[in-house]
């Protein structure tokens, strides 16, 4: 083959197709990447030291500022850190409310990022559109729970913030079966389509090995054929109660990532069928004092994030806040694969795969 | 008298631009006004009332072959690398032989004997060109389109990455 | 009446009849002449303001949104306001841009985006000149807008820029080849190259009848000539940004706007002439101011198919559309146009009825499309049995 030079383009800080800001140094031969090296930290806010300086319910709404997307499962994960952490328990009807407002956060978060996916591939934001349409139905639900739509700052230790309003659970089942016949309709448009066949089938090979050496977790590692789910592997919550499956693939390119999306988006839905079924009356929140002072210690504690394992360790002194507050994200680390991803494919195929790994700065950052 | 004057009009276009390709000494520059200068050429075909041929020549000149010669520039060179010395150390030779060339030219320009027919240009004369193209030429043409083929593979065979 | 059936060329004769009375001859012409570029030119202005208009509704309407509603009535004055911004916009222009070449390439785009139209006939006896190889001028006019789009690419200094500029001289070399082969079967069945005389040649017929392949690779190719979805990599905005024109704003990105949206209205215009009769159709003969409302429908049917296209497909990869440019558009318009002169010589030969040859023609299309899709499948095979083609089976655990 004829040899060109080879030049370094950079991509990002500020690019469309790089879902926040992040910079990728390319070195590129014509269109074909050689090399890429990630830069991070552009949207670094210093959560993790921030949090040393606030009380442990002053955090709760750093945490909504992680993966901005998801805020429920965020909170979902710092709370019941510091329940392991302090040992509060939890009213059954809190657990019940949090599984569901995880599995509806699951579902917005792979909506948005089937959207964002098919928005990067070049779809002049139709399916977009439509992603985001179903997203606010949902977003309605988190309103009428809490007040906000998207830092929900919902979860709070021992329970949950506000109970549900009765008109909840009619409406959510209403949201339910509108989604399960619209993800029928978004397979309907885009799962047969030849252009999204062929930009998505075979590109991003994440294989089975790099996954798991790599600590890939999430739809992305389950993509590769790994069936590993927090929710079956260390049950948290009350997740052993639903009848659930956990889908996997083989191929572990972006179309098998986008594949593992749907199928979540559907096993999802059942869980929160269960769950409106089975939700019992009582109390949704046990008496903790608003100055949590946990004893000396640490405590982990990782949760199903729509976007893998995402992990809090919280170490105690004994003071009103946390010694030391680590988030495990799991796109940081799901996006540690991607130079290996991507080298020998062309810049459209590194736009994909980046739409199919599903990453938001605000987590990789902090 | 119009006509002249966008006679000269074109041939002054043709003839600065040509210029200016070999003094730029920004080699991107320098193929832009390759393509002015065949534009110039262009116009003139359009007066000499052979419109096909001009359209050709903005076709195959400035559409294919100009721009190829940019993609190239683009390609092979280090890009955003602005100018570069234009001589090197052959330069006086190459200067003598052009300058004996164009006194060739000139010479023989003078000498040899124009034909001019006093007929109008014929009404249908693309026809004329594509069955003369396929009749009369059949040979030569074939021949063009051979030469052409074998370019074509010997390109995709360089150029061809190996796999296995 | 019959001032009224044909108002626009009558007044047209009118006005240079009037100024015959006291102008001389060549400079009624010339008046005629610049006047005519002048309506070409603002007709064309305004129909590019309103096709972005257009787009924007069409594609809202498409993602389920409604659209730019807030200036004017159904956002009516929208391309007022936008291109009111992008006068008033700064210029910017990169320090280590290449400046001339920076400046000129938007005004070659606009000239080149423009200049088709001296031969497209927009209605009966409206056409700026027509020239006896209006087709082949069309063609080669598109190479100028490649050019500029180099210079583009190049003068701005930014390698997104050249990376959208080589992406587009790829793209639009490749397209050109089967886009002129498959207008070479027009030519050789209505045995012109003017575009005046092409429409006229399909006063019976639509060529779309006897020509479907041959529309179908116009079709594609034209929308890859425009850059339009799905193969608008040059300028894809999810990788390149913008492409080539990554580092204009204010005037000089709107003529690249604009320039973009005539050539899609020329790539529409230039297939209805080709395949859909340009401005045939019913009553055109008694009255002819119909003839220009025909066509702008024809072109706006096509557009509006263009922009829903964009709002619907991802865009494909370049190696992709390269491949799809020479391994299956260029072999299918080489075998449309050899099928073509066959059966046209061997049914003057035999002196088939015409409706008869269209019959040939349709079968020897649809001949065409089944071994195409007999090789694409096999092709398909071939890589599947290679382990290429995965099934995607969901394990559940």
């Known amino acids: 083959m004829l040899k060109t030079q080879t030049i370094t383009l950079n991509l990002g800080p500020q690019h469309p197709s790089t879902h926040g800001l992040f910079r990728m140094v390319l070195t590129m031969d014509g269109e074909t990447i050689v090399c890429l090296r990630p830069v991070f930290g552009y949207l670094h806010r210093g959560i993790e030291k921030l949090a040393e300086t606030r009380t442990y319910l002053q955090n709760i709404p750093l945490t909504d500022r992680l993966d901005y997307i998801c805020s429920m499962t965020n909170n979902l994960a710092y709370v019941i850190a510091v329940e392991k952490l302090a040992g509060i ?278 | 008298m119009v006509l002249q004057a966008v006679f000269m009009l074109f041939s002054a276009m043709a003839v600065g631009a040509a210029l200016a390709v070999v003094t730029n000494k920004n080699i991107f520059h320098s193929a832009l006004f390759l393509v002015v200068a065949l534009l110039g050429v262009a116009g003139l075909y359009v007066l000499l009332e052979a419109p096909f041929i001009a359209v050709v020549q903005v076709l195959i000149y400035v559409g294919a072959i100009s721009t190829l010669i940019l993609f190239a520039i683009m390609l092979t060179r280090r890009l955003m690398d602005a100018s570069e010395r234009q001589r090197n150390e052959q330069w006086f030779i190459s200067a003598i032989v052009a300058v004996g060339l164009f006194i060739v030219l000139v010479l023989s320009v003078g000498q040899v004997h124009w034909p001019v027919v006093h007929t109008d240009v014929p009404e249908n004369h693309l026809n004329r060109l594509g069955q003369d193209l396929m009749e009369h030429y059949v040979l030569p043409f074939e021949v063009t389109a051979v030469l052409l083929l074998a370019a074509l593979v010997g390109a995709i065979v360089i150029a061809r990455e190996r796999t296995r | 009446m019959a001032f009224l059936s044909d108002l626009l060329v009558n007044l047209w004769n009118w006005i240079a009849v009037q100024l015959d009375q006291f102008l001389p001859s060549w400079a009624t012409a010339l008046v005629m002449l610049f006047a005519a570029a002048v309506v070409i030119v603002v007709f064309l202005l305004l129909t590019v303001m309103f096709l972005t208009l257009l787009e924007r509704k069409v594609v809202a309407r498409i993602a389920d949104r409604i659209g730019p509603n807030r200036v004017g009535p159904f956002g009516l004055l929208q391309p007022i306001a936008d291109t009111l911004k992008l006068i008033i916009k700064e210029n910017t222009e990169p320090a280590k841009a290449d400046h001339p070449v920076f400046r000129l390439a938007p005004a070659v785009v606009a000239t080149a985006a423009l200049m088709p139209y001296a031969v497209i006939p927009f209605g009966r006896g409206m056409v700026g000149s027509d020239v006896n190889i209006g087709v082949l001028y069309v063609i080669s006019i598109s190479s100028l807008t490649v050019i500029a789009v180099l210079m583009a690419g190049w003068g701005g200094g930014n390698k997104y820029g050249v990376l959208g500029g080589m992406r587009a001289v790829a793209q639009m070399f490749s397209f050109e080849v089967p886009l002129a082969l498959s207008i070479g079967s027009v030519a050789l069945l209505t045995g012109s190259l003017s575009l005046v005389a092409i429409t006229e040649a399909q006063r019976k017929l639509w060529l779309i009848v006897a020509q479907p392949i041959a529309f179908l690779v116009y079709l594609l190719c034209g929308a890859a000539e425009a850059n339009r979805a799905p193969f608008d990599i040059p300028e894809a905005e999810s990788e390149l940004v913008a492409g080539y024109h990554v580092e204009y704003s204010g005037v000089r990105f709107a003529f690249f706007y604009m320039a973009e949206y005539i050539n899609m209205f020329t790539t529409s215009a230039m297939a209805t002439i080709l395949f859909l009769g340009g401005w045939q159709g019913p009553f055109v003969e008694r009255v002819p101011i119909l003839s220009i409302a025909y066509f702008l429908a024809k072109v706006y049917g096509l557009v509006f198919l263009m922009i829903w296209v964009r709002a619907t497909f991802p865009r494909l990869r370049i190696d992709q559309l390269l491949d799809l440019s020479w391994k299956v558009l260029l072999p299918l318009a080489l075998m449309n146009l050899l099928v073509t002169a066959v059966v046209d010589k061997v049914a003057a030969q035999v002196r088939l009825s015409s409706t008869l040859t269209i019959g040939v023609f349709w079968g020897s299309n649809l001949v065409l499309v089944g071994v195409v899709a007999l090789v694409l499948y096999l092709s398909y095979r071939r890589k599947r049995a290679r382990g290429l083609n995965p099934h995607y089976q969901i394990h559940w655990h």
């Open chain 1, 89 to 366: 328990e939890v009213p059954e009807r809190a657990e019940y409310i949090r599984v569901i407002m995880a599995e509806f956060t699951r579902v917005v978060n792979h909506l948005v990022a089937i959207g964002a996916l098919l928005n990067d591939l070049g779809t002049f934001f139709t399916p977009m559109l439509y992603c985001l349409r179903e997203r606010e139905r949902i977003l309605d639900l988190f309103e009428m729970t809490c007040g906000a739509r998207m830092t929900c700052n919902y979860m709070r230790f021992g329970g949950v913030a506000a109970d549900l309003p009765e008109e909840f659970v009619p409406q959510a089942r209403e949201v339910i079966a509108g989604l399960y016949y619209w993800v029928d309709d978004l397979e309907r448009l885009l799962t047969a389509n030849e252009i999204l066949l062929v930009r998505l089938q075979g590109i991003g090979v994440l294989p089975r090995e790099l996954a798991i050496n790599g600590s890939v977790t999430g739809p992305t590692l389950r993509a590769s054929g790994v069936p590993y789910d927090v929710r079956k592997a260390k049950p948290y919550s009350i997740y052993d109660r639903f009848d659930f499956k956990i889908p996997t693939l083989d191929e572990g390119d972006c179309y098998a990532r986008y594949l593992i999306r749907l199928a979540e988006i559907r096993q999802s839905l059942h869980i929160l069928e269960q769950a409106l079924q089975d939700l019992p009356p009582g109390e949704v929140q046990t008496k903790v004092s608003r100055l949590l002072r946990p004893p000396p210690g640490d405590a982990y504690a990782c949760t199903e994030s729509p976007k893998g394992e995402l992990g809090f360790y919280l170490v105690s002194d004994g003071g009103i806040s946390p010694y030391r507050f680590h988030v495990r994200a799991p796109t940081l680390i799901n996006l540690t694969v991607l130079p290996d991803l991507v080298r020998g494919l062309r810049i459209p195929d590194l736009v994909a795969i980046i739409g199919s790994i599903d990453i938001v700065m605000g987590e990789i950052d902090r």
